[in-house]
T-cell receptor, first 112, second 113 residues
């Protein structure tokens, strides 16, 4: 049973436009969410996170939105750049848990 | 400042062979993890450790064993490799609070033929 789901395996956007990556979760205990970015032949790297006490967190071009009632979060990248082309993983955890649960990933391609 | 180092980077095994993947971190992190990445499945937790001498099972532990004899090292063993264990393996470490996120190694691509 996948507790963290990324239902879009891939997404293609034009450079300069907005990229929106979505993530749904089923475990209501999750209270911390993270996004990771992964380039080919490299390990995932931390991008941005959000606690369940917030509904939005911004870091430069990256914003994560959390809708607790819908058990849904999204990552917005504005403006998208070709260097953003990568696989993005959503991850979640809860207080006291000692590991992250990851989604299946979304491959983002930003077209020049 | 290496972070998390995994060795080897690539390996081809025959069915039934054994091998050990090594993970080393230099950040003095308490927690260490082994994940596997498969197409369409994301990253799935194999085993993890919350301190030297302790290990615990994750989502997909069957066919794997681990050891953490030193705080900085976390070993993943395959006693009798199977084609289903063909995957990319990632090691990660984190401070005691996982909400700070993990630092990942660059991965080991394992093919079992």
């Amino acid at each position: 049973d996948q507790q963290v789901k990324q239902n879009s395996p891939s997404l293609s956007v034009q450079e300069g436009r907005i990229s929106i990556l979505n993530c749904d979760y089923t475990n209501s205990m999750f209270d911390y969410f993270l996004w990771y970015k992964k380039y080919p032949a490299e390990g995932p790297t931390f991008l941005i996170s959000i606690s369940s006490i917030k509904d939005k967190n911004e870091d430069g071009r990256f914003t994560v939105f959390l809708n607790k009632s819908a058990k849904h979060l999204s990552l917005h990248i504005v403006p998208s750049q070709p260097g953003d082309s990568a696989v993005y993983f959503c991850a979640a955890s809860y207080t006291g848990r000692r590991a992250l649960t990851f989604g299946s990933g979304t491959r983002l391609q930003v077209q020049p | 400042n290496a972070g998390v180092t995994q060795t080897p980077k690539f390996r081809v095994l025959k069915t039934g062979q054994s091998m050990t993947l090594l993970c080393a971190q230099d950040m003095n992190h308490e927690y260490m993890y082994w994940y596997r990445q498969d197409p369409g499945m994301g990253l799935r937790l194999i085993h993890y450790s919350v301190g030297e001498g302790t290990t615990a099972k994750g989502e997909v532990p069957d066919g794997y064993n681990v050891s953490r004899l030193k705080k900085q090292n976390f070993l993943l063993g395959l006693e009798s490799a199977a084609p289903s264990q063909t995957s990319v393996y990632f090691c990660a470490s984190s401070p005691r609070t996982v909400s700070y996120g993990y630092t990942f190694g660059s991965g080991t691509r394992l093919t079992v033929v």
